[in-house]
Antibody
Framework: EVQLVESGGGLAQPGGSLRLSCATSGFTFSNYEFNWVRQAPGKGLEWVSYISRSTIFYADSVKGRFTTSRDNAKNSLYLQMNSLRADDTAIYYC???????????WGQGTMVTVSS | SYVLTQPPSVSVAPGETARIACVGNNVGSKSVHWYQQKAGQAPVVVIYYDSDRPSGIPERFSGSNSGNTATLTIIRVEAGDEAVYFCQVWDTNTDHVVFGGGTKLTV
């Protein structure tokens, strides 16, 4: 079964850091591109980052603060979040890329709350 | 930056047809993908590349894209179709993914 499972969410203080993980199974991880997408409480979807084998893109709202990486040996995707702000509070989803920029499989999400 | 505009809500009776618009500047030149998000769940792709339907998605769901408007059409709407629907494109000018604001479908 194809699966994406996020972890690492929780409560962080403003200015603090968190590292999210996305563990995958059921497919050949190295053949795919991935994205992080977030959703603030009661709001719509906001794209955060894209990673392929050799390219990484970031939304303007997180560029310079967030870093996306992947470990093909561990079939996992990561999102290092630094200098966190209150408006980073959201559910963070990892999503597998299909044909580039459609997202065919999503994880269940992990909640990040930034508050003092 | 590129903007996709969706109506906040659409309401239809069971058995009717729902049409959800996604408006963007020359969106017809881009590939549009549609996601369904039910309450408390992760999004699910229902249409990709304007009009392709993933396996497992009912034939009642279809998509079109031309000019400045992409449209998700759901015929014979059922209570289980009640959800928020998001359109999405890749903006080649900024190398950014762009989502529409979402449309809540009430049945």
């Amino acid at each position: 079964e194809v699966q994406l499972v996020e972890s690492g969410g929780g409560l962080a203080q403003p200015g603090g850091s968190l590292r999210l993980s996305c563990a995958t199974s059921g497919f050949t991880f190295s053949n795919y591109e991935f994205n992080w997408v977030r959703q603030a409480p009661g709001k719509g979807l906001e794209w955060v980052s894209y990673i392929s084998r050799s390219t990484i893109f970031y939304a303007d709202s997180v560029k310079g603060r967030f870093t996306t990486s992947r470990d093909n040996a561990k079939n996992s995707l990561y999102l290092q979040m630094n200098s966190l702000r209150a408006d980073d509070t959201a559910i963070y989803y990892c999503a597998r890329g299909f044909g580039g920029f459609a997202f065919d499989i999503w994880g269940q999400g992990t909640m990040v709350t930034v508050s003092s | 930056s590129y903007v996709l505009t969706q109506p906040p809500s659409v309401s239809v009776a069971p058995g009717e047809t729902a049409r959800i618009a996604c408006v963007g500047n020359n969106v017809g030149s881009k590939s549009v993908h549609w996601y369904q998000q039910k309450a408390g769940q992760a999004p699910v792709v229902v249409i990709y590349y304007d009009s392709d339907r993933p396996s497992g998605i009912p034939e009642r769901f279809s998509g079109s894209n031309s000019g400045n408007t992409a449209t998700l059409t759901i015929i014979r709407v059922e209570a289980g179709d009640e959800a928020v629907y998001f359109c999405q494109v890749w903006d080649t000018n900024t190398d950014h993914v762009v989502f529409g604001g979402g449309t809540k479908l009430t049945v």
